[in-house]
């Protein structure tokens, strides 16, 4: 995998060797970018990390900060990884949990940007609805999800686009006022 833009534009990076994840194409990960635009100075949770490559592109496109959580055993290893061989370690904070345990345990922590690419057999609701909490009030939170299936409706979010990517769709949301 490569990294797509920034001042890192161009350098390539592990994948995880597993089944679990699915690694968003190029094509779709520069859409994402494309469609938040100037990112620089904000901060991006990216849930369900996988390899660390929404986080990667968010830094190399100048986001402040970026935390990359992660369960599964063999991609954390590749997301650490990633972060030593491109020095990111002060810029992007990997922890390796359940996503559900995590928002329990920092309840307070907002982000600017809230990326989600769950492995599509595994999208809760209830998971969606916790992260949202944690969306600061001008933030855009992105959920990856199947191109068939219909628009999550997640709380406290009205959907504001919608990109489909042959399969796969980019469902951006952001909070109802």
């Known amino acids: 995998m490569r990294i797509i833009s920034g001042y890192l534009g161009g350098r390539n990076f592990e994948s995880p060797k597993n089944r679990r994840t699915h690694p968003m194409s190029d094509k779709m990960r520069g859409g994402l970018f494309n469609t938040l635009g100037d990112i620089k100075g904000l901060s991006v949770l990216d849930a369900y990390s996988g390899s660390g490559a929404l986080a990667i592109e968010a830094i190399s496109r100048f986001a402040k900060k970026a935390v990359a959580i992660e369960i599964d055993k063999q991609s954390s290893e590749t997301i650490k990884l990633n972060i030593k061989n491109l020095e990111l370690e002060n810029k992007i904070k990997f922890i390796r949990a359940n996503i559900s345990s995590y928002l329990n345990n920092n309840k307070n922590q ?9 492995p599509y057999d595994d999208i809760l609701t209830l998971v969606l609805n916790k992260l949202s909490n ?4 001008n933030g855009i939170f992105v959920l990856s999800q199947p191109g068939k299936e219909e628009n999550i409706k997640i709380s ?3 959907i504001i686009k919608n990109k489909v990517y042959g399969d796969s769709q980019l469902v951006f949301y952001k909070k109802i006022r």
């Open 156 to 158: 406290n979010l009205e």
């Open 134 to 137: 944690h969306l600061s009030d």
């Open 110 to 118: 907002l982000f600017d940007i809230i990326l989600v690419d769950p």
